[in-house]
Nanobody, 130 residues
Framework: QVQLVESGGGLVSPGESLRLSCAAS????????IYWFRQGLGKEREGVVC????????NFIESVKGRFSISRDNSENTVYLQMNGLKPEDTATYYC???????????????????????RGQGTQVTVSS
């Protein structure tokens, strides 16, 4: 049984940092693209960032460039989302997603087009508030 489990969310003040983790069991992240999405209350889902099977990174949101970074540790079967300089508008549930057939990072928030991703986690809540 495949499980993706996110952790690391919490309540922080603006400007602070969090590191989210996405750990997989029953599924290998090696050579697969791993996506991070977020969804705020009452908002549409957004693709945040993705790391491809060849470790290329694609940011889907202009406002997170330079603040968020993604990395992977294949030995731990875990992908990380480092979020620095958090802003109130980053408040959302963040979740990771992947698929055994998807190795590249593609997608577009404006068109809400992303590849079908069979596996996703339950999400971890990030709240940025003063």
């Amino acid at each position: 049984q495949v499980q993706l489990v996110e952790s690391g969310g919490g309540l922080v003040s603006p400007g602070e940092s969090l590191r989210l983790s996405c750990a997989a069991s029953g599924f290998s992240f090696d050579r697969r693209a791993i996506y991070w999405f977020r969804q705020g209350l009452g908002k549409e889902r957004e693709g945040v960032v993705c790391i491809s099977g060849s470790d290329e990174v694609k940011n889907f949101i202009e406002s997170v460039k330079g603040r968020f970074s993604i990395s992977r540790d294949n030995s731990e079967n875990t992908v990380y989302l480092q979020m620095n300089g958090l802003k109130p508008e980053d408040t959302a549930t963040y979740y990771c997603a992947a698929d055994s057939l998807v190795t590249a990072c593609t997608g577009n928030n404006d068109l809400d087009i992303f590849p079908p991703l069979e596996y996703r986690g339950q999400g971890t809540q990030v709240t940025v508030s003063s």
